[in-house]
Each structure stands twice: as structure tokens, then as C-alpha cells.
């Protein structure tokens, strides 16, 4: 049987803002590790003969993140299907079925979110092997983890009769997020798990399923594959088709109508890090309770995470709280009430305000840059181009700018004019002048840009050429 992860990389990850943002979620994040929460679930598929390579479900915006941090871990991904729009697991999952349906039609599927966190990995395999037996003669598999505690903030999964292979049931029902009693309850009763939001099962099984009980998902995802097309290395669905498609979840579009659901219980040491009382239950703390990153001052806390992303954080005579610095926002919170920062996200929004969407730097598929200074007609940015990176040839109406090397070599296009700059040496770029960055050399440039003008925002560009191939 060969299986074939599909790792769904979509979500903004609200409730860790203001560490996790809509350009920068926290799937694609290092939380717990060194690495992101992508990176670590594509590395414990690793090694194992019965898994094929991952495909990868993400939106567009975070296209050239996702194939870096692939890059970065050695990992070549079947494909990295591109989401238009954000609808929910159950069209991602059918497309990533109808897109496999091509390569092996007796493909299975393995479905992973991408900002897990799973401790046992040998556990979690052992998981795998067993809800392969019901997955062979035509079962939809889930992972029910099993409880530790009376948990409020997830989905339960009531299991029934055996199904004749070792630790697998059929499913009695999906049940919603309970109140503390009920919760207590299922926990007690010993056959009520987690919902883990993981699934195994034929790519056709799946279709099929989908095509009973959701069929404008069926059509509208078969459409988007079928019309999309390759870009780079990325597969595009079609925008118009995909658009259209009905956003629903998988449980509520497939599983909690079909026959066929069987739920394989698992204790693989499991978290959906989906806020930031449980990021710190999953890390290791200290002796007082702590869990610290970054430059950090800790004197008579217990209890506590602190997280600084960018300069000193200090903290004192404190217990049970939650402070996470980053350049631009800082967060207090008492971990009783960390379930409150959607609300945070939300006053962002309404506010018409921007530290929701992005951190003061930015990636880009060439590099990055960081905001350092603004102020009346003129702002400073650090810019970082990655060795044979390359911004596109553009111009703006309102701004111009000055670029100052700091290291490496740039070679500049400024109108006709291609000039070649190293350490300490600098230029001018006129409004509405055409010109192009980039790095011909070996190691990563860094240079300081100062716009001045009547606007600075990011959509004052005009692209003539790019290889990226971006609007």
C-alpha cells in the first residue's frame, strides 16, 4: 500500500498572534524546535518506506515559504498544491484526491495538518499501520487521541463496535466542543477521543464519499484541478472553479454522514497548539514552571511563557502569565485568558491597522526586508537578497529611493544604466524610473534602502519583469 501524505498548510493561526500573522502563520513557524511546525511534520514522515513523498496544500501568498522550508530540510515534495482562497479541509483534501487520482488511482492518503505537534512519532506510526487494515477494504480512518484530561477547547469522537481489526472502531459520532461537565464525562466513560483532524483513506473512497454527501465540493474541486496549471514548481488550481467551491470541513462534509467511518485511538503525545497555555504545556520548562525563549530576565516567576523576539524582556514577581515580545506588538496575558487574542486580532482589523497581517519583516522569494525607521515622507528598510536572487523590474510613481551596501555585491539596473556595487558604495533611483536589485554573487547581500516621497505603501510598484512570475 503506498500511502501519500498530504500535508494541509493552510490557516491563519490567529490565537499566537502576535507571533503567528496572516503572512506568516504559525504552521510556518519554529515554536517548539528549531524547526517550523511544517518542517517538523514533513521530518516524522521521513524514513519510512510505505510513505511516499508529502503533497503540500497552502495558499498562494505563502507559496515561496513553503518550497524554501522544504528546500531548507532536504525534502522534495510530490507537488505544493495553491489554494486561491481559503475554503475550509474538505475541497483542499478533494483536491489534493483528485490530483493524486492522476498519478495512482489506488493512491492513499495520509491528511496532516501542518501545525501539530506530535512527541511519540514511533506511536503515531504504529497508529498509521493499524488503520491500514479497515482503509484496505474501504474504510475512512481518523486518529482519536486519546484524552488526558477533560479538555474543552476540542471536538470529541464517540467510538462503537469494534471493526474485527486491533484497535479500530467504528465511529458512533462526532460530537462538538463540550462544556467542562460533559467533557468530564466523555473522559470517564473511557470510548469518547479527541478530534484530531487527521485521516487516512483512498483517494477514491474519499471521492466517492464526497460525491454522495457534498457533490457541489466534488464538482467544484475535480473542475479546479482539471483547469489548473503549473507554475514554477507549484500546481495553481483554478481560481474561478475553486472560488466556487462549497467551504466546508471534512467531518462535517464526509465524515459524520458516512457508513464508513472507523476511528483508530492513538496516544502519540498530540497537541494542536491552538493557543498559547498549550504551546506552553508542550514544551519543557523550568524548575519553576517557565518556559523562556530568547533574550530573557526571569526573577521570582513561576508558571509562565516568555518569548522575546527582538530585544530584552524583563519579567518579575509574576505567576501564570503570558508575554511574548516581537518587534511591534507585545502581548500580556494571563493563560487563563489567552483564548481572548482572537479578539485582539479582531480589533486589528477593525482598526483598519496592519500588525495582524505582517511583522516588520517581510519574506520574499528573492530574500527579505525589515522596516527599521519611519517617519513624515520617508522611510528605511534592511534589505536582504538571497545569492542569485533577483527583484523584478519595476518602478514607482510616488517614492524614490536610495540603496547603501553594507555586504556583498549588487548588480543595479537603473534605466538603461547596469552598475555593479560592493561594500559601502550606493545609488539613487528616481521616481518613475524602471530599475531592478539583484545579487550575482555567492553570499547574501545586505544593503539599507531610504525611500523618500508622498507615499510609501507596498502597492506603489509597477512589475515589467519577474521571474517569480507574481502580478
Not at 477547547?153 to 458512533?172: E, F, L, M
Not at 466523555?186 to 477514491?204: E, I, P, Q, T
Not at 481560481?239 to 467531518?251: G, K, L, Q, R, V
Request: proline share 5%; aromatic share 8%; glycine share 8%.
Amino acid at each position: 500500500m503506498k500511502i501519500y501524505p498530504i500535508i494541509l498548510s493552510g490557516g491563519s493561526g490567529t490565537r499566537l498572534w502576535p507571533l503567528s500573522r496572516a503572512v506568516l502563520p504559525k504552521q510556518l513557524l519554529p515554536l517548539v524546535t528549531e524547526h517550523t511546525m511544517l518542517q517538523e511534520t514533513a521530518l516524522r514522515l521521513a524514513g519510512r518506506p510505505q510513505l511516499m513523498q508529502p503533497l503540500v496544500v497552502c495558499g498562494n501568498e505563502h507559496r515561496f515559504l513553503v518550497a524554501e522550508q522544504m528546500r531548507e530540510i532536504g525534502v522534495a515534495p510530490l507537488g505544493i498544491l495553491l489554494e486561491p482562497v481559503g475554503r475550509n479541509t474538505a475541497p483542499a483534501v478533494a483536491a489534493a484526491a483528485h490530483y493524486l487520482q492522476a498519478i495512482d488511482p489506488e493512491a492513499v492518503m495520509l491528511v496532516l495538518p501542518a501545525d501539530h505537534v506530535i512527541a511519540d512519532v514511533d506511536a503515531f506510526h504504529a497508529a498509521i499501520e493499524q488503520a491500514c487494515v479497515p482503509v484496505a477494504e474501504g474504510a475512512l480512518a481518523t486518529f482519536g487521541i486519546v484524552p488526558t484530561a477533560p479538555e474543552t477547547g476540542y471536538g470529541y469522537i464517540q467510538s462503537g463496535a469494534g471493526t474485527g481489526a486491533p484497535h479500530c472502531y467504528k465511529v458512533d459520532r462526532f460530537v462538538e466542543k463540550p462544556d467542562r461537565e460533559t467533557a468530564q464525562g466523555f473522559v470517564a466513560a473511557g470510548n469518547y477521543y479527541w478530534n484530531s483532524g487527521m485521516f487516512l483513506f483512498r483517494a477514491a473512497a474519499y471521492l466517492d464519499e464526497l460525491r454522495q454527501f457534498a457533490p457541489a465540493i466534488a464538482e467544484a474541486s475535480a473542475a479546479a484541478v482539471a483547469q489548473g496549471y503549473r507554475d514554477l514548481d507549484f500546481c495553481r488550481l483554478d481560481e474561478a472553479a475553486f472560488t466556487a467551491c462549497p467551504s466546508d470541513s471534512i467531518d462535517y462534509a464526509v465524515m459524520e454522514h458516512t457508513r464508513h467511518a472507523v476511528v483508530v485511538p492513538a496516544s502519540i503525545g498530540w497537541s494542536d497548539v491552538g493557543s498559547w497555555s498549550a504551546l506552553w504545556e508542550v514544551q519543557q520548562s523550568d524548575e519553576n514552571g517557565n518556559v523562556a525563549r530568547g533574550d530573557v530576565y526571569l526573577d521570582d516567576v513561576s508558571g509562565s511563557l516568555v518569548r522575546a523576539e527582538s530585544r530584552i524582556v524583563a519579567v518579575v514577581g509574576v505567576k501564570d502569565l503570558v508575554v511574548v515580545e516581537t518587534a511591534d506588538a507585545v502581548l500580556v496575558a494571563h493563560k487563563d485568558q489567552v483564548q481572548r487574542v482572537k479578539q485582539i486580532v479582531d480589533h486589528l482589523k477593525a482598526e483598519g491597522r496592519t500588525e495582524h497581517l505582517h511583522h516588520t519583516k517581510v519574506y520574499r522569494p528573492w530574500g527579505c526586508y525589515e522596516g527599521i525607521d519611519m517617519g513624515d515622507r520617508f522611510q528605511v528598510k534592511r534589505i536582504t537578497v538571497n545569492p542569485g536572487g533577483k527583484l523584478s523590474l519595476q518602478m514607482h510613481h510616488h517614492r524614490a529611493e536610495h540603496w547603501v551596501v553594507v555586504s556583498g555585491t549588487a548588480r543595479v539596473t537603473c534605466g538603461d544604466k547596469v552598475s555593479l556595487l560592493t561594500e559601502n558604495e550606493s545609488t539613487y533611483i528616481p521616481i518613475g524610473m524602471n530599475h531592478r536589485l539583484e545579487n550575482p554573487g555567492k553570499v547574501p547581500l545586505h544593503l539599507i534602502e531610504v525611500q523618500s516621497g508622498s507615499y510609501l505603501g507596498e502597492d506603489d510598484i509597477v512589475r515589467f519583469e519577474d521571474v517569480y512570475q507574481r502580478a
